[in-house]
């Protein structure tokens, strides 16, 4: 079967989705429509309308847009029901109901950034750089009752050097992405006849070209939603782990400590930190405290010191953190708040 004649509707809503919806836009793959998140309120008084980055590529390119509130109204199962999509492609959007994920023949596939069954969950792309992987990637596989458990259909490995960040990553992932998503319907329009589809037996096609998620002898790593209380730097561990950490969360959300005076009972202050560098310089103090040398900051981890590079004072712009010494008197005086001081 072609891959023209495949009646396809899209979910996303980031623009890690746009990035995939754009490739089969431009290569000639029959997206007949797009669902997306309904537009989020934004302002300070919450009084603007602002579309998903999905939604605004859609409408540039003359597809038709739903925004359920709820997954399961029957006003929208109804009108997706009227595109008579054969396939559904999902990338980074949210939860399906059954009576969605198995409306279409050809079933519904979703484009994971991970190498399931590794990192289920909704941040895959930083827990795998805040635990210090080597190598993620991404998977297509077909939803099923359970969140990211369904049959693999491809996978593709991505490597993460030591000092990228999660917008590396990201970067990287959203690109691959787009593209094990066009293989994957590929994969799919090469397994059907070339006309009549009378009599074909898609269930079994769908299960000849994928595999079940392989558990055997693996200790599996979640990656749950990160919330602001999860990027808080616990200074008492290794200066690797702290490494890691920062960049896993680097650019955004950025991770962030409370700066304290020791001498006095001056309110702390949050700083973001959104780079850091490791080094094989011993720790020489209790943990979180800092060592200013040659205009260059370090803190004290539980093993080494790791410098400091790139910080940002809440309520200011970004700094290096020769800016931020320049800015900041009696630096001696202060600590990083290790996570298990009340």
Same mark, same amino acid.
């Given at each position: 079967?072609k891959?023209?004649?495949?009646?396809?509707?899209?979910?996303?809503?980031?623009?890690?989705?746009v990035?995939? +919806?754009k490739s089969?836009?431009?290569?000639g793959?029959?997206v007949?429509?797009?669902?997306t998140?309904?537009d989020?309120?934004?302002?300070?008084?919450?009084?603007k309308?602002q579309?998903?980055?999905v939604k605004?590529y859609?409408?540039e390119?003359?597809l038709p847009?739903?925004?359920?509130?709820?997954?399961?109204?029957?006003?929208?199962?109804?009108?997706l029901?009227?595109?008579h999509?054969?396939?559904?492609?999902?990338?980074?959007?949210?939860?399906?109901?059954?009576?969605?994920w198995?409306?279409?023949?050809?079933?519904?596939?979703?484009?994971?950034a991970?190498?399931?069954?590794?990192?289920?969950?909704?941040?895959?792309?930083?827990?795998?750089v805040?635990?210090?992987?080597?190598e993620?990637g991404?998977?297509?596989?077909f939803l099923?009752?359970?969140?990211?458990? &369904?049959?693999?259909?491809?996978?593709k490995?991505?490597?993460?050097p030591?000092?990228?960040?999660?917008?590396?990553?990201?970067?990287?992932?959203?690109?691959?992405?787009?593209?094990?998503?066009?293989?994957t319907?590929?994969?799919i329009?090469?397994?059907?006849?070339?006309?009549?589809?009378?009599g074909?037996?898609?269930?079994?096609?769908?299960?000849?070209i994928?595999?079940?998620?392989d558990?055997?002898d693996?200790?599996?790593?979640?990656?749950?939603?990160?919330?602001k209380?999860?990027?808080?730097?616990?200074?008492?561990?290794?200066?690797?782990?702290?490494?890691d950490?920062?960049?896993?969360?680097?650019?955004?959300?950025?991770?962030?400590?409370?700066?304290?005076?020791?001498?006095?009972n001056?309110?702390?202050v949050?700083?973001k930190?959104?780079?850091?560098?490791k080094?094989?310089?011993?720790?020489?103090d209790a943990?979180?405290?800092?060592?200013?040398r040659?205009?260059?900051l370090?803190?004290?981890?539980?093993?080494? +010191?790791?410098? +400091?590079?790139?910080l940002?004072?809440? &309520?200011?712009?970004?700094?290096?953190?020769?800016?931020f010494l320049?800015?900041?008197?009696?630096?001696?005086s202060?600590?990083?708040?290790p996570?298990?001081?009340?």
């Amino acid at each position: 079967m072609k891959k023209e004649n495949i009646r396809i509707v899209f979910m996303g809503t980031p623009e890690f989705a746009v990035e995939s +919806l754009k490739s089969l836009v431009e290569n000639g793959y029959n997206v007949v429509a797009v669902v997306t998140q309904p537009d989020k309120p934004v302002g300070r008084h919450q009084d603007k309308l602002q579309p998903s980055a999905v939604k605004q590529y859609a409408l540039e390119h003359d597809l038709p847009v739903l925004q359920p509130e709820k997954m399961k109204d029957a006003n929208f199962i109804e009108e997706l029901r009227s595109y008579h999509a054969d396939l559904q492609v999902v990338v980074a959007f949210r939860m399906l109901p059954e009576v969605v994920w198995a409306m279409p023949r050809l079933g519904t596939f979703n484009v994971h950034a991970a190498l399931l069954p590794q990192y289920r969950g909704a941040a895959p792309i930083n827990w795998a750089v805040i635990n210090g992987e080597t190598e993620t990637g991404v998977t297509t596989f077909f939803l099923d009752k359970d969140i990211d458990t &369904g049959r693999i259909i491809m996978q593709k490995p991505f490597a993460i050097p030591d000092t990228a960040d999660v917008e590396y990553v990201y970067d990287g992932l959203m690109h691959l992405g787009a593209d094990i998503a066009r293989q994957t319907i590929d994969l799919i329009a090469s397994k059907l006849p070339e006309e009549d589809l009378t009599g074909v037996d898609f269930p079994h096609i769908l299960e000849e070209i994928s595999v079940p998620q392989d558990y055997e002898d693996k200790v599996l790593h979640a990656a749950p939603k990160i919330f602001k209380e999860t990027c808080v730097i616990n200074w008492n561990q290794s200066a690797k782990t702290v490494y890691d950490f920062v960049r896993g969360l680097s650019p955004y959300p950025g991770t962030w400590s409370e700066l304290y005076n020791e001498n006095s009972n001056i309110k702390p202050v949050v700083i973001k930190i959104f780079k850091t560098a490791k080094t094989e310089q011993s720790a020489v103090d209790a943990v979180g405290t800092l060592v200013v040398r040659k205009n260059q900051l370090y803190v004290n981890t539980s093993d080494y +010191l790791l410098e +400091l590079l790139e910080l940002q004072v809440s &309520g200011k712009k970004r700094m290096d953190a020769r800016a931020f010494l320049n800015g900041f008197k009696d630096i001696d005086s202060y600590r990083f708040k290790p996570v298990d001081i009340k």
